[in-house]
């Protein structure tokens, strides 16, 4: 392949894979989900027209297990990413020989290497924390401007409010009604881990894959939990994985640039394999 058309491939290839897919999947999901009864037929399944309920929501165990538990995993890495942020600032204030106590007594404690990292990872922390940010701020955006309500309350499923599809509700500047169950909450919690994809792809990580695999299928299970309890539609599960991978997306191309984001991936027996593949900066800038 020619020199000169090598960078327009790999942009090509880039965005195929990380723009086209999702968007692609939208298309789908708007025209298998949305356009018809797909969601509801699945819905059925698991609901009891006898008692008028979906059995699982009354389930303690699962509504703890799927509900309350399923927090932890995006919760936790928000938070750790927020305390490395604010830790990133320490240790270059022990700059200069008259803080050499200090350091030798950060050493001694075995904290310093914590602090050098987090200092060395700046940018990827902060991040982390925006693109979480972001996706949570894209998430309840489209929940107030669409109005759509869980199927158990809708009067589908013996509830007391009409079954609208998002688009019927869409208002882009005002609140459109009282409904929140569009995307779906928790599957965008588990989708979110999506950032850490972003991160592994600027070090060229050769288990960025497994990541990226790994963040769809939590979320996936995310929400297909809680489409069981009858408190989402399927669809709702697969429209918030397609809103957090493209504000991801866009978060990451504003911090790494697609340049970096798109380098193949190191083999493990590659020189610097186990390294960092672009020289790590301070942070104090956004973009390179």
């Known amino acids: 392949m020619p020199a000169f058309s090598r960078p327009r491939f790999t942009a090509w290839s880039f965005y195929k894979w990380n723009l086209g897919l999702p968007l692609l999947c939208a298309a789908l999901v708007f025209l298998m989900f949305d356009m018809t009864r797909i969601d509801i037929a699945f819905s059925d399944l698991f609901f009891d027209p006898v008692s008028q309920t979906f059995p699982l929501d009354h389930s303690h165990l699962f509504e703890k297990i799927t509900h309350k538990w399923a ?45 050098r990292f987090t200092a060395r990872h700046r940018r990827d922390l902060l991040f982390v924390v925006v693109a979480f940010a972001l996706c949570t701020g894209a998430i309840h955006y489209l929940k107030g401007h669409t109005s759509v309500y869980c199927p158990v309350e809708t009067t589908q499923y013996a509830g007391k ?10 208002e882009l500047l005002k609140t459109a009604g009282d409904g ?3 995307p779906g909450g928790h599957a965008s919690g588990g989708f979110t881990m999506l950032a850490l994809y972003f991160v592994a792809r600027r070090y060229r990580w050769r288990h960025a894959k497994a990541l990226l695999y790994g963040s769809l ?14 408190w989402h539609y399927m ?14 997306l866009l978060t990451a191309l504003l911090f790494y640039g697609r340049a970096r984001l798109e380098q193949p991936v190191l083999a493990h027996s590659e020189p610097g394999a186990g390294q960092s593949a672009a020289p790590i900066d301070n942070g104090a800038s956004v973009a390179d």
């Open 161 to 170: 409010i009409e079954h609208k599809e998002w688009y019927e509700n869409f």
């Open 235 to 248: 669809s709702h599960t697969f429209w918030a994985g397609v809103v957090v991978w493209l504000t991801c």
């Open 71 to 115: 927090r932890i995993i995006p919760n936790w890495t928000g938070e750790l990413a927020l305390i490395g942020l604010l830790l990133s600032f320490v240790w270059p204030l022990f700059k200069g020989a008259r803080f050499g106590r200090g350091k030798a007594l950060l050493e001694k404690l075995r904290v310093a290497p914590v602090l």
């Open 217 to 230: 299928l939590l979320g996936f299970v995310y929400g297909t939990t809680r489409v069981l309890q009858g």
């Open 180 to 182: 929140r169950c569009w």
